[in-house]
C-alpha cells in the first residue's frame, strides 16, 4: 500500500496475510522495487526490507520518485505470494511488455495468476491481458508457462456463461500469435495452445486444415501429438469425418502412443451406450493395461458431453470408495484423477464430494487426502 503527493512517494507499507488454516505470520526479508518511467524507460528504485508483522511501514520509501509499480518481492528472494495494488495493476496492463529485465516480467506474470486464484483479479482481465500482451514475449519457457496458467483460467475460472466467447477470443488471439511467432520452439508452443483452445466446431476444422496442409504456416509442421489431439476433437465434438481421422493417425502412428489414442477415441464417442460400455469395462477387468486404462478414463468425460455423462457423476461417488478398498492402490489414484467430475464447477458437486470425504474419515487416508485436495481446487474454481 502506498501514497504519493502527486510527484514524491509519502507512505509506503507491506502487508501480509497467512490462511486461515495455518495462521502463522513468519519474517520475510525481501527487495521492493519500485519501477517508474523515465524517458520512456524504465527505471527501478530497489529497496531492502524485512517483514516482520501483518504491517510494516517502510520508511526509507518516502521521498522517492512517484513509481507507476512497485513490485513487492524485486529479485524473488521473498517465499510468498505477492498481490498487487490497483496502481501497479494499471501499469503492469499497459506496460509488462516494456520490462527488459527478465526475471521481473516473469514474476509479474506469477503475480497476476496468483491474484485470480485469489479473487483478486477477474480471470477475464487476465485472459484480455495474455491476448494482448504475451504475443510480443520472446522468452520461450515464459510464453509456455503463461498459457498453461490462461488453459487454467478458461478451464476452471471462466464464469460459464462466457466460456465460449472467452475460448473464441483466446483461439484468434494464439493464431495471429502463431503467425508472428519466429520459426522454432515458439511456433510449436503457439500452435499447442491454439489447438487446445478450439472447443467450437468451426475453430476445429480451422486447426484440422493446418493438419492436412490446406493451410500452412511457414516453418511449422504439424507433429504426431498436434495430430492426434486433433483428431481426438473431432471425436469428442462429434464432428464428420472423426473416424477417418483417426484411421489416419492409427496408420501414421502405431505405437504405444498411438494405441493409447485409440482407446481414448473408443471412449470419446458421445453416444450413451458407448459411455456405459466403457464406464462397465473401466470399473471391471479394464483395457488390458493400467496406460490404456488411463487413456480410456481420460476419454470417457467431455465438457460438450456434459447431457451423457451426467448421470455417473454419482456412480463415482458411489464406487469410489470400493475401488480405493480393494483394488491396488495405483489403479485407485489414477481413477480418481480420470473420472472424479471436477471439471463441472457446481456446488453440487463439491457438496457431494464433501459429504464422501466426511463418510471416508480415518477408513481410506489415501482417498480423504485427494477428496480434501480436490475439494480445495473445486472451492477456488
Same mark, same amino acid.
Given at each position: 500500500?502506498?501514497? *504519493?503527493?502527486?510527484?514524491?512517494?509519502?507512505?509506503? *507499507?507491506?502487508?501480509?496475510?497467512?490462511?486461515?488454516?495455518?495462521?502463522?505470520?513468519?519474517?520475510?526479508? /525481501?527487495?521492493?522495487?519500485?519501477?517508474?518511467?523515465?524517458?520512456?524507460?524504465?527505471? /527501478? +528504485?530497489?529497496?531492502?526490507?524485512? &517483514?516482520?508483522?501483518?504491517?510494516?511501514? &517502510?520508511?526509507?520509501?518516502?521521498?522517492?520518485?512517484?513509481?507507476? $509499480?512497485?513490485?513487492?518481492?524485486?529479485?524473488?528472494?521473498?517465499?510468498?505470494?505477492?498481490?498487487?495494488?490497483?496502481?501497479?495493476?494499471?501499469?503492469?496492463?499497459?506496460?509488462?511488455?516494456? @520490462?527488459?529485465?527478465?526475471?521481473?516480467?516473469?514474476?509479474?506474470?506469477?503475480? $497476476?495468476?496468483?491474484?485470480?486464484?485469489?479473487?483478486? $483479479?477477474? *480471470?477475464?482481465?487476465?485472459?484480455?491481458? /495474455?491476448?494482448?500482451?504475451?504475443?510480443?514475449?520472446?522468452?520461450?519457457?515464459?510464453?509456455?508457462? @503463461?498459457? !498453461? #496458467?490462461?488453459? =487454467?483460467?478458461?478451464?476452471?475460472?471462466?464464469?460459464?456463461?462466457?466460456?465460449?466467447?472467452?475460448?473464441?477470443?483466446?483461439?484468434?488471439?494464439?493464431?495471429?500469435?502463431?503467425?508472428?511467432?519466429?520459426? =522454432?520452439?515458439?511456433?510449436?508452443?503457439?500452435?499447442?495452445?491454439?489447438?487446445?483452445?478450439?472447443?467450437?466446431?468451426?475453430?476445429?476444422?480451422?486447426?484440422?486444415?493446418?493438419?492436412?496442409?490446406?493451410? %500452412?504456416?511457414?516453418?511449422? %509442421?504439424?507433429?504426431?501429438?498436434?495430430?492426434?489431439?486433433?483428431?481426438?476433437?473431432? @471425436?469428442?465434438?462429434?464432428?464428420?469425418?472423426? #473416424?477417418?481421422?483417426?484411421? !489416419?493417425?492409427?496408420?501414421?502412428?502405431?505405437?504405444?502412443?498411438?494405441?493409447?489414442?485409440?482407446?481414448?477415441?473408443? %471412449? *470419446?464417442?458421445?453416444?450413451?451406450?458407448?459411455? !456405459?460400455?466403457?464406464?462397465?469395462?473401466?470399473?471391471?477387468?479394464?483395457?488390458?493395461?493400467?496406460?490404456?486404462?488411463?487413456?480410456?478414463?481420460?476419454?470417457?468425460?467431455?465438457?460438450?458431453?456434459?447431457?451423457?455423462?451426467?448421470?455417473?457423476?454419482?456412480?463415482?461417488?458411489?464406487?469410489?470408495?470400493?475401488?480405493?478398498? +480393494?483394488?491396488?492402490?495405483?489403479? !485407485?489414484?489414477?481413477?480418481?484423477? =480420470?473420472?472424479?467430475?471436477?471439471?463441472?464447477?457446481?456446488?453440487?458437486?463439491?457438496?457431494?464430494?464433501?459429504?464422501?470425504?466426511?463418510?471416508?474419515?480415518?477408513?481410506?487416508?489415501?482417498?480423504?487426502?485427494?477428496?480434501?485436495?480436490?475439494? +480445495?481446487?473445486?472451492?477456488?474454481?
Amino acid at each position: 500500500k502506498w501514497e *504519493s503527493d502527486g510527484e514524491r512517494v509519502t507512505q509506503l *507499507s507491506l502487508t501480509q496475510t497467512a490462511p486461515d488454516g495455518y495462521p502463522t505470520l513468519r519474517p520475510h526479508r /525481501v527487495d521492493i522495487g519500485l519501477v517508474r518511467d523515465e524517458g520512456g524507460k524504465l527505471a /527501478v +528504485d530497489v529497496l531492502p526490507a524485512t &517483514i516482520r508483522d501483518a504491517e510494516t511501514d &517502510i520508511p526509507e520509501a518516502r521521498g522517492l520518485t512517484k513509481p507507476g $509499480l512497485v513490485f513487492p518481492n524485486y529479485n524473488d528472494y521473498g517465499y510468498a505470494k505477492v498481490a498487487l495494488d490497483a496502481d501497479s495493476v494499471a501499469f503492469v496492463r499497459e506496460s509488462i511488455d516494456r @520490462v527488459d529485465d527478465t526475471l521481473l516480467r516473469q514474476l509479474l506474470w506469477s503475480s $497476476l495468476w496468483n491474484m485470480v486464484r485469489d479473487q483478486q $483479479l477477474k *480471470s477475464t482481465e487476465f485472459l484480455a491481458l /495474455v491476448r494482448e500482451k504475451l504475443p510480443s514475449e520472446a522468452r520461450v519457457e515464459l510464453v509456455d508457462a @503463461v498459457l !498453461a #496458467q490462461a488453459a =487454467g483460467a478458461l478451464g476452471r475460472y471462466v464464469p460459464e456463461a462466457k466460456r465460449e466467447a472467452e475460448y473464441r477470443a483466446a483461439f484468434q488471439a494464439f493464431r495471429t500469435a502463431l503467425r508472428a511467432a519466429p520459426q =522454432g520452439d515458439l511456433q510449436i508452443v503457439w500452435a499447442r495452445a491454439l489447438i487446445n483452445a478450439a472447443i467450437v466446431p468451426d475453430d476445429i476444422t480451422e486447426i484440422a486444415r493446418l493438419a492436412d496442409g490446406y493451410d %500452412t504456416v511457414p516453418g511449422l %509442421t504439424i507433429d504426431q501429438d498436434m495430430r492426434w489431439t486433433i483428431a481426438l476433437k473431432f @471425436v469428442g465434438h462429434g464432428l464428420t469425418g472423426a #473416424q477417418e481421422r483417426i484411421d !489416419a493417425e492409427s496408420k501414421r502412428d502405431p505405437s504405444d502412443r498411438g494405441q493409447r489414442a485409440l482407446v481414448r477415441a473408443e %471412449t *470419446s464417442v458421445p453416444d450413451a451406450a458407448v459411455k !456405459a460400455a466403457a464406464w462397465e469395462k473401466i470399473n471391471g477387468d479394464g483395457y488390458g493395461s493400467l496406460y490404456l486404462t488411463n487413456a480410456a478414463m481420460s476419454g470417457f468425460a467431455w465438457v460438450c458431453q456434459r447431457d451423457l455423462v451426467e448421470p455417473y457423476f454419482e456412480r463415482f461417488f458411489e464406487a469410489v470408495p470400493g475401488i480405493f478398498r +480393494d483394488r491396488p492402490r495405483e489403479f !485407485a489414484t489414477d481413477y480418481f484423477h =480420470g473420472m472424479f467430475p471436477g471439471w463441472v464447477i457446481e456446488d453440487g458437486i463439491l457438496e457431494r464430494s464433501q459429504r464422501l470425504l466426511a463418510e471416508a474419515g480415518d477408513d481410506s487416508p489415501v482417498l480423504a487426502r485427494m477428496l480434501r485436495e480436490a475439494n +480445495d481446487d473445486l472451492e477456488r474454481a
